[in-house]
């Protein structure tokens, strides 16, 4: 890594608070009867029900969703022995994928122990606390050990996932590289490289699915394991071969699968042609594979290829497995989980990715089309439909195998609730960014003398979001340049400079054109060129520049002013509007109009719930709308609620195909219980609202304000819709994750207006 990517790496893990996690409450805490309730002397009540009988303890407390991340840090992945206290980012960062993929809460334990008697008796002690255990970053021979005896002596799920993560991704796509080869598992030659704790599991469970033990060759850093070998451990033995082979080179002579979990570049272009016909080579060492993608593919043509990084098609990423093979254990309470669950995880992945691809997915990872085959054996990370296909396969196969202590009867709901746990948020930020990244734009950013600006730039050009064009002081743009290690060749342009007299000139005549009808004069315009939003809207104008951001250090009606008078409204549009999206806990969120127009009349509020409408199918979502008011669905004749009456009329006439009601209050509009209790025949009683226009600009900036400041709530935005070319005002010193966001948004809409 370097020196820029180890300072940003250790920054966020510094800032603005030590660590990844932290524990939330879920219960009331205001008041003094909440207290009391939550600790003494209302918590008595729970610690008797649970004395009396043990498995209410899953009724009154979170142990049901509690998963321990235990290690020694004794075989830390590319850093080795480095202690339990280093260890501890790791299995942080463990904690939080199974928090946003499963939605399994995690303490991290790291224990100072490399005995095993002594690492097993400690967790052992520690168990009552937890749901379930996930062992990791144990070094072998001793974590065979370890988790042999913690899933006989205790009756919760525990799992190595270093052994068990990468055994199932693998398998599964195994069997899908196997069906593409024409191949049968029962036939085929298998080349191990490595004899760790991933591989011994990875060939057992190969093993399951029909591999024969006659047709496998494992080799570890001292050669081929062979049955004249000494000093075997049991595991190695298991696997040890009667031919008379010594070296990888010879192994792979003829073989038609290669399994690579040992190091770097150890496989040849020589040894890659001597395995039969359409070899299936996972060279899954990280960071450096075996042998690398690009290299392989060269070599041969037939090759069905998976490596362990995120860059080459086919990444086998044990988040794949381990996020939802607990969260199926955990929601029938199984004892443990054995060889049917792994094989059902297995079995279910390779499914999936023989599935249609979700649209969203193809974007999130710069495709155009996903679809099985040689560059796709095994579904993506982000994939959403992960959580609701192998957490049931797993419960199933828990409840069938007789290891369940709950049973699921309704596996539609079950489903359903699944669902519901995915953290949509990131994906949405993270399908933006590669939405843009497919298609970077020039991109203004107009106040590039600010530092934050300048590193939300920095992170933009990196990342390849957009193609920078950087305004302002250039000396000062240059000094923190330096600062801040961005030694990009961009473009930097100081509107007032001499250097842009010509640029000037030729700006000033296509705005002096425009507003010369509103008193405007050449000279007047020449002049008003000379400040930076002007000049930038006009760059983006003239086709100079893509898109454009403004606005961290100026109030936004200095801000928009400019933009309104040197873009103006798209064709057909009569009023420009904001929206904000928010990333609520229970979903995004979209807030219409939040900065423009002060008190829109009923047409024009029905104009912008169609653009938020339009805005918020970009963002890959179906808009459901409400058209809020103090009151409920005619219950008021004052002029204020018949206005959002009369624009919803206009919606339903003239817009049929927007999903919208009103005029209704916030919280039936987003409490489907009510609305469906008092208000059955609303279009939006059985649906999820996920778009609110408010009836005037107070309303709307208010409350997307409270939300931002009150509850933490990440906002995009405001989003200008409307506007002829994508230009966009940032919030008043706006963070620079926030402008990094809108940054990426404002290349979408450029992506969009240019199709």
Known sequence: MNQKDRKSALHYHAKPKPGKIEIVPTKPYNTQRDLALAYSPGVAEPCNEIAKELENVYKYTNKGNLVAVISNGTAVLGLGDIGPEASKPVMEGKGLLFKIFADIDVFDIEIDASDPEKFISTVKAISPTFGGINLEDIKAPEAFEIEKRLKEELDIPVMHDDQHGTAIISCAALINALELANKNIKDVRIVISGAGAAAISCTRLYQSFGAKR????????????????????????????????????????????????????????????????????????????????????????????????????????NVLGFPFIFRGALDVRATKINEEMKMAAVKALADLAKQPVPEQVNIAYDQTRLTFGRDYIIPKPFDPRLITEIPPAVAKAAMESGVAKESIVNWSNYKEKLALRLDNDQKLVRLIHNTAKRNPKKLIFAEADHLDVLKAAQIVYDEGIAIPILLGHEPIIKDLMTTIDFEADVLIIDPKSKLQDESRKKYAEIFWNDQKRNGKTLYDSQRTLRERNYFGALMVKSGDADAMLSGYSRNYPAVIKPILESIGPAKGVSRVAATNLMLTKRGPIFLSDTSININPSAKELAKIAQMTARTVKIFGLHPVLAMLSYSNYGSSDFP???????????????????????????????????????????????????????????????????????????????????????????????????????????????QQKTN
């Open 214 to 317: 006659i047709n496998i060759v494992m080799i570890d850093s001292k050669g081929v394991i062979r049955n004249d070998r000494k000093n075997l451990s049991k595991e190695k033995a298991e696997f040890s071969t009667k031919l008379e082979i010594n070296t990888l080179e010879e192994a792979m002579a003829g073989a038609d699968v290669f399994i690579g979990l040992s190091q770097g570049d150890i496989v040849n272009e020589q040894m890659l042609k001597s395995m039969n016909s359409d070899p299936i080579v996972f060279a899954m060492a990280n960071p450096d594979p075996e042998i690398k993608y690009k290299k392989a593919c060269s070599v041969r043509d037939d090759i069905i290829m998976a490596t362990g990084r995120s860059d080459n098609p086919n990444q086998v990423n």
């Open 640 to 750: 204020e609620a018949t206005k959002i009456t009369d624009a919803v009329k206009f919606l339903h006439r003239y817009y049929p195909d927007i999903e919208v009601d009103g005029p209704i209050q916030s919280d039936f509009a987003l409490n489907k219980k009510m609305l469906k209790t008092s208000f059955p025949f609303s279009q939006l009683s059985k649906k999820n609202v996920n778009t609110l226009i408010f009836p005037n600009l107070d309303s709307a900036n208010i409350t997307y304000k409270l939300m931002k400041e009150l509850d933490g709530t990440l906002s995009i935005g405001p989003i200008l819709m409307g506007l002829n070319a994508p230009v966009h005002i940032l919030q008043l010193g706006a963070s620079v994750q926030e402008i990094v966001n809108m940054a990426a948004l404002a290349v979408v809409d450029a």
